[in-house]
């Protein structure tokens, strides 16, 4: 019932940025959190920011000082606005989102992330 589409990934060079985008289509449930989870070839999927309904937000240490996520209520969408990129952060990103009173997990697709020089 909840669908979530992600966008913006690309290929890109250390120090450049890149916007991610993700549109949630929601059928009236409530969207507690929504955040942003990332996996590199041969690694686990790991969180790199979630906010919460209020707005409060956190961020893994690895992106700190580097991503920023936003959300917007009205258009359903969240934003992952990615700084000074590494070749770190080169995996394929997934949108996520906690709904209702279960904190019922949602996923997307992926969008792919690369940075490379």
């Known amino acids: 019932q909840v669908q979530l589409v992600e966008s913006g990934g690309g290929l890109v060079q250390p120090g450049e940025s890149l916007r991610l985008s993700c549109v949630v289509s929601?059928?009236?449930?409530?969207?507690?959190?929504m955040g942003w989870y990332r996996q590199a070839p041969g690694k686990q999927r790991d969180l790199v920011a979630v906010?919460?309904?209020?707005?409060?937000?956190t961020y893994a240490d690895s992106v700190k000082g580097r991503f920023t996520i936003s959300r917007d209520n009205a258009k359903n969408t969240v934003y992952l606005q990615m700084n000074s990129l590494k070749l770190e952060d080169t995996a394929v990103y997934y949108c996520?989102?906690?709904?209702?009173?279960?904190?019922?997990?949602?996923w997307g697709q992926g969008t792919q992330v690369t940075v490379s020089s």
């Open positions: 929601r059928n009236g449930f409530s969207i507690n959190y």
């Open positions: 906010v919460t309904s209020g707005g409060s937000s």
């Open positions: 996520n989102v906690k709904t209702g009173i279960y904190n019922t997990n949602h």
